[in-house]
């Protein structure tokens, strides 16, 4: 099986900053697309930001230019650098991580999406 483990949430007052991080760990060839994602109260789980294995990033229009992912292959860690924390983006924030298990699943490109836990993310205005 696959873990992922978050850390680094809390209560920000607004303009603030946090810095999210993800640890994978267990059965793991390789991984390919890391992403983060959150959920606010009463809302539907939305995308945030992804990262592919080559480093290339992507944001959702809400974040771009405040919150920064990137991630260390050798530590099989994904980090969310948020700066300029806004009221709105409250909420749990959940790390996903495609992850191929075996050489066999890669070579068939037979990937798996994992989930963490959660972790919440308050900022007070």
């Known amino acids: 099986q696959v873990q992922l483990a978050e850390s680094g949430g809390g209560l920000v007052q607004a303009g603030g900053s946090l810095r999210l991080s993800c640890v994978a760990s267990g059965s793991i060839f390789a991984i390919n697309v890391r992403g983060w994602y959150r959920q606010a109260p009463g809302k539907e789980r939305e995308l945030v930001a992804t990262i592919t294995s080559d480093g290339s990033a992507a944001y959702a229009d809400s974040v771009k230019g405040r919150f920064t992912i990137s991630r260390d292959n050798a530590k099989n860690t994904v980090y969310l650098q948020m700066n300029s924390l806004k009221s709105e983006d409250t909420g749990v924030y959940y790390c996903?991580?495609?992850?191929?298990?075996?050489?066999?699943?890669?070579?068939?490109?037979?990937?798996?999406?994992?989930w963490g836990q959660g972790t919440q993310v308050t900022v007070s205005s």
């Open positions: 996903n991580t495609r992850v191929w298990r075996t050489l066999t699943d890669y070579l068939r490109q037979n990937a798996n999406d994992y």
